[in-house]
């Protein structure tokens, strides 16, 4: 199948995935860092990314995702020189 989709207010997918990254940001609060998800996904999933903590600014996005991984990018955060843990959910469709 690898579809996924609305019914009845349930989300019907055949394969999510779940995890964190932990993301090393330089002096401007940009980063990235690769994700492999622990099993293939069938096609190019959609990716949602969402900071770990509390009162943090900037840009979270899964760039070039494939069925076997993404890179995880912060940019501008405000998290500067250290590192962001960000939570990612992935759907196969």
């Known amino acids: 199948m690898g579809r996924f989709g609305w019914r009845s207010g349930y989300l019907k997918a055949q394969n999510v995935q779940s995890g964190k990254v932990d993301i090393t940001t330089d002096i401007n609060g940009d980063g990235t860092a690769a994700v492999t998800f622990p099993k293939t ?3 190019k999933p959609a990716i949602v990314l969402t900071a770990q903590e509390a009162d943090i600014t900037g840009t979270l996005c899964a760039i070039s995702p494939t069925a076997t991984g993404f890179t995880a990018s912060v940019d ?11 939570g990612w959910v992935a759907i196969d469709y």
Do not use: H
């Not at 501008?76 to 960000?86: D, H, I, Y």
């Open 76 to 86: 501008g955060s405000s998290v500067t020189s250290e590192t962001l843990t960000v």
């Open 41 to 43: 996904m069938k096609a």
